[in-house]
């Protein structure tokens, strides 16, 4: 029973942590090159629509994957033409992007849903797959833990490529050199304007699949509610990862786990002898960001431009 457990709480860790994973990375790209994206919150949620509505109409989860990166990228343009071209504050035109996410998202889905504000859902042989299904013992251990979307290792692949860009080529040190210096790179010839929309593009295509790994994976299709503050968390994951990406993984995964047992907790077995209300249970997620945050943001240092207008000379 109690590897069964086990077993169970870390299943749904994994689970949960694909669509904080590809959002949390997302920041990290973008605010590497000097971005704030308070943004992802938003994008994600477009995302997140897109991905149900067009994988509920071509019939493939695939396709609403990809649509989904496409919108959130088309949302996160905006993003930085109003901060990188026309010098807006980073932190408003992200509260404006969490506002028009939203907002365009239902809109859509009333018009193309017949006035509901939720997608039909898509047939189970149209949601993301599990790549991993029948390869071990059925509702065995490593089956109950491994057995998992493929979303969930897609994002673990992006992790370890994020790092290898950041840090291991060329790309990745122009933009750790817009975000810590941009005006150090501008005279080296580095375009800074063209690496900060692409980090930031880059940054709401992965906000889209980290919204499209809820609705196409974990459930079958977008509702109003299905977000509900995980780009937020995603954002604190990417603080208490110290703009890394290997930092913002583990971050990632003890957000998730919060999430995991949110979810353990809630069974109908364990409530009968562990009565929690649900309202507290779905507080646990929340209160464990803030605590992080509270503990610990102090202790870290965004790239030293982040946030900051750049107007070349």
């Not at 019939?59 to 993003?79: E, K, Q, S």
């Not at 506002?99 to 017949?114: C, E, K, M």
């Not at 897609?154 to 941009?182: D, S």
Request: proline share 4%.
């Amino acid at each position: 029973m109690l590897l069964e457990s086990l077993a169970f709480i870390i299943a749904t860790t994994l689970m949960y942590s694909a669509p904080l994973i590809f959002t949390a990375l997302g920041g990290v790209v973008s605010e590497n090159a000097g971005v704030v994206n308070i943004g992802l919150e938003g994008m994600m949620t477009l995302g997140a629509f897109v991905g149900a509505a067009v994988g509920y109409f071509a019939g493939d989860a695939w396709i609403g994957f990809l649509a989904a990166g496409v919108a959130g990228g088309f949302l996160a343009f905006f993003h930085a033409l109003a901060c990188v071209t026309f010098l807006a504050d980073h932190i408003v035109s992200g509260i404006a992007i969490n506002f028009i996410g939203p907002g365009v998202a239902l809109f859509l889905s009333r018009y193309y849903f017949d006035g509901a504000t939720q997608t039909l859902s898509l047939s189970l042989d149209a949601k993301i797959p599990r790549p991993l299904n029948g390869v071990f013992e059925q509702n065995g251990f490593l089956d109950m833990v491994f057995n998992q979307y493929a979303t969930v290792y897609l994002a673990l692949l992006l992790v370890v490529l994020i790092w290898f860009v950041l840090y291991k080529t060329r790309l990745g040190l122009r933009i750790r050199a817009v975000g810590e210096h941009p005006k150090a790179a501008d005279t080296l010839g580095i375009d800074v304007f063209k690496i900060k929309y692409l980090a930031v593009i880059t940054s709401g295509v992965l906000a889209g699949f980290g919204g499209a790994a809820l609705s196409v994976a974990i459930v079958s299709r977008f509702s109003a509610t299905l977000v509900s503050g995980q780009g937020f968390i995603a954002l604190a994951a990417m603080i208490f990862g110290k703009w890394k990406p290997q930092g913002t993984l583990l971050a990632c995964l003890l957000f998730s786990s919060a999430q995991g047992l949110t979810v353990f907790l809630g069974r109908a077995d364990l409530q009968r002898f562990l009565p929690i209300p649900s309202q507290l249970l779905a507080m646990i997620p929340f209160l464990l960001t803030l605590a992080v945050l509270i503990g610990f943001v102090g202790r870290s240092r965004p790239p030293a431009a982040d946030g900051l207008p750049y107007e070349k000379d």
